[in-house]
């Protein structure tokens, strides 16, 4: 009897044993940080908040980023598609029995809905996706009530139908803000959508499964995914302040460290050293960073004004003490990396503060004015000293720089307005084209607005739209180039200052991670494979 009672306890044993080294290799929960609260979970309603729309659902295509640094669009949820001799017609075919993480199939009606809503949504922030389809203006002005440029043949193949040809039309559809959306689910889901986790239903690797206002996210992986399985299968979010991360990653307590919003001494004296030096990954930003200057607000309106204020930046001094120098200076609107990059643009923007003063002295202002430079509370510390460094910069010239901080929401609202003097900008692409930044900013009189420079020439504003469509790549790319020359060089309507590396550090139960290919502080969370 002994000996049978061996062999159970024994059997037992070995099953505990099992069963806690499952559990322990099961645990798949992937542990990162968020700076700030987010505002919606909506991609339609935000330029600025896509951690869900990134992981919670798909796009038609996606960007892939190559061992070079290049980057090339390749098929999501489009199975294949063509393009007409003219550039204007785009045909589709979506893959098989794709559905969104409640079991509802996708089909060629969530594809108008999601562009027909980004045209009608009262609020919308992302009609600039949308507006160069055929029929948008009118769905825009109410004029018609469906978009008569995209033609749905079944549940799967659809035509989309172009004003003029656009060469980044794929990558456009590649961006979060162009996400597809179930028209079921939005319909039942109604104020709840974006909003309620369990209503923001989409056909993406997660699941959205918490939102505690003020303390994070939670997601779970979706099981009903048609693509590959991730490797994390639960992402806890917390909300932290930088200080806050920086002791939760050394505690262990975090996976993936985004190192851009720590101090850069922080970051050279703890993480770039030996103790961490093979867990650094690091990434181009391909975006810019820059001053924005509103010409609606005296006496930024004076283009010899905005060449003093431009000549007045030490940009070389603050990208060596601020950032430690990770990064390049840039002197357009093209970053390194963005394609439509030009040399020809680039190494005329020197620091000159007796040039400076002598602009304006010329222009009328040799006892100097006072400004105003806006901050967002929940910038990182970077952006703050950066903001600092550049008040004082004005100030040796004159300029009396008073620096307003503004919590996040009112900021972006000032912003919005079009009555903001001065601000600290950072664009990073949404797709790599050219017309992903140039338009953003100066392609109509609503954006230039809306991103508070209120640039002028109307004649610029023009050229830009008409930019896009361009059949001709080589002749496309030389009136970028043009179009850069005139913005920055010649009206100054914005100071050029620098694009940065992105550096992240991981945890030793991460096995690789690949950021997200414009160096964003979102990333795709399959782009995380965990030991």
Request: with cysteine; aromatic share 10%.
């Amino acid at each position: 009897m002994k000996k049978k009672y061996m062999w159970i306890f024994l059997f037992i044993a070995i099953l505990v044993l099992s069963g806690c080294g499952k559990s322990e290799s099961a645990d798949k929960t992937l542990h990162l940080a968020l700076n700030a609260e987010i505002v919606t979970m909506d991609a339609h309603k935000t330029t600025n908040d896509y951690i869900v729309p990134m992981n919670v659902f798909d796009t038609l295509f996606a960007m892939k980023k190559n061992d070079d640094g290049s980057t090339e669009i390749v098929n999501s949820l489009v199975d294949k598609y063509d393009i007409s001799e003219d550039g204007l017609t785009y045909h589709f075919t979506l893959k098989d029995d794709i559905v969104f993480s409640d079991g509802t199939p996708m089909t060629s009606h969530d594809v108008k809905f999601t562009f027909e809503r980004i045209l009608t949504l009262p609020d919308s922030a992302q009609t600039d996706c949308a507006i160069i389809i055929d029929g948008a203006q009118d769905l825009l002005d109410g004029k018609e009530h469906s978009l008569r440029g995209i033609t749905i043949e079944d549940e799967k193949n659809f035509s989309i139908k172009l004003l003029s040809p656009f060469a980044g039309f794929t990558a456009l559809l590649s961006t979060p803000s162009t996400v597809i959306y179930s028209e079921k689910l939005v319909a039942e889901a109604g104020e709840d959508f974006g909003v309620v986790p369990e209503k923001t239903i989409g056909s993406g690797p997660y699941i959205i499964k918490e939102w505690n206002r003020g303390s994070g996210l939670v997601f779970e992986y979706n099981p009903k995914y048609w693509g590959p399985e991730p490797s994390a299968k639960r992402v806890e979010m917390k909300i932290m302040e930088p200080q806050v991360m920086n002791l939760a990653f050394q505690k262990g307590d975090l996976d993936v460290l985004d190192c851009m919003y720590l101090d850069s001494a922080i970051v050279k004296s703890t993480y770039k050293t030996d103790t961490y030096k093979d867990k650094i990954v690091s990434t181009d930003r391909i975006g810019q960073n820059f001053l924005m200057l509103n010409e609606n607000i005296e006496p930024l309106g004076n283009v010899q004004v905005r060449k003093a204020i431009c000549q007045a930046i030490d940009r070389e001094s603050i990208l060596n003490t601020i950032y430690d120098g990770d990064g390049k200076l840039e002197d357009g609107i093209f970053t390194t990396g963005c394609i439509g990059h030009s040399d020809n643009n680039q190494g005329w923007l020197k620091y000159d503060p007796e040039a400076a003063k002598k602009l304006l002295a010329d222009a009328g202002y040799a006892d100097g004015f006072d400004m105003d430079l806006y901050l967002d509370s929940t910038a990182n510390d970077s952006v703050k000293n950066t903001i600092q460094a550049i008040a004082e910069n004005l100030n040796s010239i004159g300029i009396h720089a008073n620096i307003n901080t503004m919590d996040h929401a009112s900021y972006l609202d000032l912003r919005n307005s079009g009555e903001m003097s001065a601000y600290f900008a950072l664009w990073l692409l949404d797709f790599n084209d050219p017309d992903n930044i140039i338009y953003t900013f100066f392609g109509s009189k609503d954006n230039t607005k809306l991103r508070s420079n209120n640039y002028s020439d109307e004649s610029v504003i023009e050229r830009v739209a008409a930019a896009k469509t361009i059949v001709d790549e080589n002749e496309r790319l030389k009136e970028y180039e043009a179009l850069e020359k005139k913005l920055s060089q010649d009206d100054a309507a914005f100071v050029p200052l620098f694009s940065l590396k992105h550096l992240f550090v991981v945890s030793d139960r991460i096995e690789s991670f690949s950021p997200h290919w414009a160096g964003w502080n979102d990333i795709y969370f399959d782009k995380v494979t965990m030991k």
